[in-house]
């Protein structure tokens, strides 16, 4: 726990919250703004800044979680579409720093508009030289 990050103090129960979903590794709740109804964060009772810095033991039960409450959603509110978001980092439009997941039901028309940007494309063998970069970095040991 953080003494300074108001995720930590929603699941110590010392600030209020909207709680949808709760098990012993997880907790759901409403956003204090959110971007449609519905839109529900799921979140870490551990405290971890980000998705670098979790590993499964965190990240399993808050997918689990995800799963469950997106079910809900979809039972409850009937959307078009759903988004599960993550942003590590400010870069990422991260605000609170403590690992959590955002499902954003969408439905046709919702005025979010497209989630991204038009690309360009790559150059000639620009793709094949980013997936081999990418292969020769990950992880192989079992650590996350």
């Known amino acids: 726990m953080s003494d300074t990050c108001t995720f930590c103090a929603i699941v110590a129960g010392t600030e209020s919250a909207d709680r949808v979903y709760e098990t012993e590794d997880t907790i759901a ?52 579409g759903l988004n599960l978001i993550n942003s590590a980092g400010a870069a990422a439009t991260q605000s609170v720093f403590h690992i959590h997941f955002h499902l954003v039901p969408r439905w046709n028309g919702d005025g979010i508009g497209d989630f991204w940007p038009a690309g360009e494309g790559l150059a000639p063998g620009e793709r094949s030289r980013i997936a081999e970069e990418i292969r020769r970095n990950v992880d192989t040991d079992g650590s996350h």
Do not use: C, Y
Request: proline residues 8%; charged residues 20%.
């Open 29 to 80: 709740f409403l956003p204090l703004a959110p971007a449609t109804t519905g839109h529900t964060l799921i979140v870490s009772k551990t405290h971890v800044s980000d998705l670098w810095h979790a590993d499964m033991r965190i990240l399993t039960p808050i997918m689990e979680a995800a799963l469950k409450v997106s079910e809900a959603l979809k039972r409850a509110f009937n959307p078009d």
